[in-house]
């Protein structure tokens, strides 16, 4: 079914899809419409979910890991404040192993209020052990949610599906809806195999000392790990079952670039016009899309970008004494390879402003003129 | 033998707790009780090290540790869960300290009981943040000494009242109880059960290391602290109608402070200060369940 | 404490802390330097320190006697003070 909805919806719409059991959620701007819909959805009778009505989002989440661990398939949505309230009960979600789905719509942290976007909020997280994936289009949204869950359940590990506020959330685009059956068949009906059962008393978490925590910690690592391949495995069958396949990054004309742009999210579909415009004026450039960025796929992007002849990684984030993100990760998978390429980091798009093609095409230019980044962190467009 | 508790163990013997836990015995009637078909999450508390280290447990049923604030609103979580999935019969059941109660898991506490969801919370109550090492919770009474109240700034505050709070969100059933009186509390066990909704149980749990008394006196000062008016045994149905479950004699206060080294920097002023406070409130609670008599008569006559 | 459940590495481990055994590996029984000792004489047969014992760590008999379980009996004594025909007194431990 072809419909037109917004970004948030689409993340209601993946939670139906996906037949989630157990919905708690508490409202923020700019996540109310995913939970109304969810809400409505409920009502309806067309989604057959317990929906806890929490008072805050620590609750949220809280709610969510007794749901998950009850064996029940959950989806919660946030964004800034509240996806900070949760951080305790993020990294709890974590190390109980609990493959809890949550999207969370990228705004920027106050003080002072704003509502607009930033990846500050979930890249502050992004030493919880959640897995992220960060999208750029209505569709790939819906999708996401229902790999998402895909993954999570394989790996035992909670994972975020992120979009930035506005630009995303509270955009419309054509989306279809996928046919109910065929999401059944390539999501099937969990059986969690530790949930809590009267059949087979244990204590979950009890305490742990540093002779066997350390290995509960490797575990989780190796599970984060095996989950790239599992991505792109259930990103393939996506693409046989639903005709869209989706990987670890995407690219555009990457084949013969000399030079590279990488970023993530909305500032991605607004680089590629201005890709095409410059490759109309004979420069050999092209972009990488990174949509996992938990786990970080470093091989990917050391075979993508290493003997490249210069990378510039545009950051809608900031971690103030160091940088961005994304370009702090991508610098750090191609740190030891011999033909790795200089690196330009360009913060833009904090609170909401605006990133247009011209901006995507100061950065480029900039690199271009220049043999080498001038300092680890680049602001555009700041008034001075 | 003739039991008057039900015979079941459901919790075993090696579990961590010190000599004399109240905290243990409040556990091991309530799972008798309770039986094995029962869901338990505990938030930071005394019963985290109790039940043991991994990879040992010892409550015997599936059991969630979680974060400090969120007992009440996991215990939701595992409750709609079991609903999503049909299984409706399983007790889920919160189990708390004062601390995770009274302070830091108040809101969470708050929400779920304003929901009314279907789940039985029970705060074991020792009176401070114990596994911290005996510092001061809202619970903490007036005149104790703790880690965070020495003697010469002994705790000013009275005890927060749980059950009022509670009460005031009008769930079916809050009540009272002491592991000096286990018939009492596991009949109180058994009516939480039968009903749906929210049912909260205060139960009193006394703690040698924490209140410095002897171990040996811990159900003896559980009685005491019943039987001198200082913690009163009561129901409240749907918020609003009370019921005393047992109305003792009073006995003098300073045989429940005495043999408690918590106590022992009081003067005879302020031990005079606080026998009238309790007495107060002891007065309040029989107007109260005596107002509330037509309520239980015409439940009877049902 | 008598570890029954022993790993060498990671692989034997669970997924996660999650328990695999009771605590009654843990004998207790170690911490008490005083131990009950119940006179069957005195003793009314009425269950009140079986009741009270928060390590359930005594056992009724099929004569209806109550029995110290020593490997898990904390010596707490709330039994001996909850008797109430002093029918239970506390020696040292050797």
Known sequence: ?384 | MKYTIPEQEIMCSGHKACQGCGAALAMRYALKELGPRTMMTFPACCWSVIDGPFPYSSVGVPLFHTAFETAAVVASGIRAGLDARGEEDVNVVAWAGDGGTFDIGIQALSGTTERNDNIIYVCYDNEAYMNTGVQRSSSTPWGAVTTTTPPRHFKKERKKDMMAILAAHSIPYTASASVAYPEDFIKKVKYAKSIKGTKFLHIFASCPPGWRSAPELSVELARLAVQTHVFPLYEIHEGRYYKMSMNPKKKDIREYLKPQGRFRHLTEEQVAHMEKMYDEKYEWLLDLAERSKPYFEAKKEK | MSDEIKWTKESDMPLMAMSLGRMTVNKTGSWRNLRPIIDKEKCIKCGICWKFCPDVSIEIDEEDYPVVVLDFCKGCGICVVECPKDAIKMVKED
């Open chain 1, 1 to 384: 079914m072809q419909k037109v909805i917004m970004g948030n919806h689409a993340l209601s719409w993946g939670a139906l899809l996906s037949r989630a059991e157990v919905i708690a959620a508490y409202p923020i701007t700019p996540q109310t419409e995913v939970v109304e819909l969810l809400s409505n959805m409920c009502a309806d009778g067309d989604l057959d979910a317990q929906f806890i009505k929490v008072e805050s989002e620590h609750s949220a989440m809280a709610a969510s890991m007794g749901a998950s661990a009850a064996g029940a398939r959950t989806f919660t949505a946030t964004s800034a404040q509240g996806l900070a309230l949760m951080h305790e009960v993020l990294h709890w979600a974590t190390g109980a192993r609990l493959p809890i789905v949550m999207g969370n719509i990228n705004r920027a942290m106050a003080p002072p209020w704003t509502i607009w976007t930033e990846q500050t909020d979930s890249i502050s997280e992004r030493d919880t052990g959640w897995l992220q994936i960060y999208t750029s289009s209505i569709q790939e949204i819906l999708d996401s949610v229902i790999q998402a869950y895909k993954v999570a359940e394989q790996v035992y590990l909670p994972v975020m599906v992120v979009l930035d506020s506005f630009v995303l959330s509270h955009t419309n685009e054509n989306c279809d809806i996928p046919d109910q059956k065929k999401v059944d068949a390539y999501l099937p009906k969990f059986n969690n195999e530790y949930k809590l059962d009267v059949n087979k008393p244990a204590a979950y978490g009890g305490l742990t000392g540093p002779d066997w925590y350390y290995e509960l910690r490797y575990k989780i690592q190796k599970d984060t790990e095996r989950s790239l391949d599992l991505f792109v495995e259930t990103g393939k069958e996506f693409g046989e079952v639903f005709g869209r396949e989706y990987g670890l990054v995407e690219t555009y004309k990457m084949d013969d670039a000399d030079t590279v742009l990488v970023t993530s999210a909305s500032i991605a579909s607004t680089a590629r016009p201005v890709i095409d415009a410059m490759r109309e004026e004979g420069h050999k450039v092209g972009l990488v899309r990174v949509r996992v960025f938990r786990p970080f796929p470093s091989d990917l992007m050391r075979k993508l970008l290493a003997g490249r002849k210069k990378v510039l990684v545009v950051d809608r984030n900031i971690s103030f004494g160091m940088s961005g993100a994304f370009y702090e990760e991508t610098k750090a998978a191609l740190y030891n390879v011999k033909s790795s390429p200089p690196m330009w980091g360009y913060i833009a798009g904090l609170g909401g402003r605006d990133v247009p093609t011209n901006v995507v095409r100061d950065m480029i230019d900039q690199t271009l003129s220049e043999d080498h980044p001038e300092g680890d962190i680049i602001w555009i467009g700041v008034k001075k």
